[in-house]
């Protein structure tokens, strides 16, 4: 029978590196805990997705920290890049929101200018060669200073393009708005696993440690029982076997657990080299109350990234209609108003005003090409819309059957491990009283680790399918609220 072992960090790879920069994060598909994946003993956090990835934050100290999935979470939130890079997108986006207003509001500017100069009027056909064209007035005039202070106002009165430009920066902003909070939620999702994924390799680690003990304690016996002639040789070899079987494979776990902490203190964020020690109480989450369908509507309305999909979709077509927007006449008027004279003392009040209609006659089919891209752009947008609203159906349906799975793999793995643990103490009184040898107590020694790591893969899969639930609804950082007992 093959022990059944729930996904580590490489699934949250798969899942992460998947991911687009976090100013357009789409739903990204919760890990599998149910699944009967095998562990892998190396994971790699250095190029791949941000969300693994964190932000060095506090002061080292010397005493180990003890660190609850709470405090795992909230460090995240704070301190992931995944979550960085998702605020500065956001920067971006309100920026660009800025750009584009700045198009439809009015552009104010001053200059005050004092300028000598001389001017050959024959130049301007004000005189010719054989003479002056006014008489007295030489082709030469001056030097002579001009002072001239003034106000210039410009502003866009109908301009469709400036228009509807602003309007899918807006959707835009609401997108990276949006992104912003479907990160926080997904770096909640990816802190609770990993911390979890953290306890389930101290578990092996402890686990693997005990039946290393076990096996001390049964060479040793062996032992005696030769010595004493009660025993073959072959029992202490096979004794001595078992035992170094057991030595690689808790320190094998060991080191496993070390690297799930190391990638747990990277995500978060803490001070490099802080020793940290993990808490193994878990908080309840909620059971769904709901059906798979009730679920998936409900997540429709709560999962941020798919609403940040729909505002990008909304953002496309406006961009459309600013494209289309450049073959429609404009409306501006521009102004100015000031002072000029030959000095300060002499200068005189002047104003300019201008009132434009530009109209589009023939630019190259320029507006043709723009079209053209921005449909393209807006279908894609609207699939990938699509696309994201049927991974989340079959995100929730996956939970369901996970979190079904995972309960009925709990319940029999809890009866195996206890059966197990009779099944070695039976077979080491049968050794003890010479009624068998001690092949029945190896094998009962490898039915307790199978029965061991189903146990430690059911019950903790059992954790990250409630985890991946919550997540597939969206409400993880409402989840995390209802759990601390407030907003923070």
Not at 147 to 169: G, K, M, P, W
Not at 287 to 296: L, N, Q, T
Not at 424 to 448: C, H, I, M, P, Y
């Amino acid at each position: 029978m093959k022990a059944v072992s729930f996904p580590a960090v490489a699934v949250c790879l798969a899942v992460l590196t998947s991911i687009p920069a976090a100013a357009q994060t789409p739903a990204a598909p919760a890990p599998q805990p149910a699944r009967a994946t095998a562990v892998p003993q190396t994971t790699s956090t250095g190029a791949g997705s941000p969300f693994l990835g964190g932000v060095p934050t506090g002061t080292l100290t010397n005493e180990p920290m003890k660190l609850t999935v709470i405090d795992a979470i909230l460090r995240a939130l704070n301190n992931n890049l995944g979550v960085l890079n998702a605020e500065d997108a956001l920067g971006r986006a309100n920026g660009a929101r800025w750009l584009a207003l700045s198009q439809l509001l009015p552009d104010v500017s001053g200059r005050v200018a004092e300028t000598r100069q001389k001017i050959n009027l024959a130049a301007f056909g004000f005189g010719s060669s054989t003479g002056p064209s006014f008489p007295g007035i030489p082709d030469v005039v001056g030097p002579f200073n001009v002072f001239d202070a003034r106000l210039y106002v410009s502003q866009t009165v109908l301009d469709y393009e400036a228009l509807n430009d602003h309007r899918a920066q807006g959707h835009s902003l609401d997108a990276a708005r949006l992104s912003r909070q479907s990160a926080r939620d997904f770096v909640i999702h990816v802190a609770g696993n990993v911390y979890i994924q953290a306890l389930a390799a101290s578990a092996r680690a402890d686990s693997a440690r005990a039946q290393q003990e076990t096996a001390e304690a049964l060479y040793n016996q062996a032992v005696n029982m030769r010595q004493s002639g009660l025993v073959a040789g072959i029992d202490v070899l096979r004794a001595q076997v078992q035992l170094s079987a057991q030595q690689q494979r808790a320190t094998a776990t060991a080191n496993d657990f070390e690297k799930m902490k190391l990638t747990l203190a990277r995500l978060i964020g803490l001070p490099l080299g802080q020793a940290f020690t993990l808490d193994s109480n878990l908080p309840e989450l909620p059971a769904p109350s709901e059906s798979v369908d009730e679920a998936a509507e409900l997540a429709y309305r709560l999962r941020p990234d798919y609403q940040a999909a729909l505002a990008r979709v909304k953002a496309a077509e406006s961009a459309r209609a600013a494209a289309a927007g450049t073959n429609l006449p404009s409306i501006h008027v521009n102004a100015d108003v000031g002072e000029i004279g030959l000095s300060v003392s002499e200068a005189k009040m002047t104003y300019t005003l201008t009132g434009s209609v530009n109209v589009p006659i023939f630019n190259g089919r320029r507006t043709t090409g723009r079209v053209a891209q921005a449909d393209a752009d807006l279908r894609s947008r609207r699939s990938e819309a699509e696309d994201l609203k049927a991974s989340i159906y079959y995100d929730i349906r996956t939970a369901f059957l996970d979190l079904k799975a995972t309960a009925e793999q709990l319940r029999v793995a809890t009866t195996g491990r206890d059966l197990a643990a009779q099944q070695l103490t039976q077979a080491r009184d049968r050794f003890v009283a010479g009624v068998g040898n001690n092949l029945e107590v190896v094998q009962a020694q490898e039915a307790v680790a199978l029965a061991n790591e189903q146990f430690i893969s059911a019950q903790y899969g059992y954790n990250l399918a409630k985890g991946a639930l919550v997540r597939s609804v969206g409400s993880s950082e409402e989840t995390l609220r209802q759990i601390i007992g407030g907003s923070r």
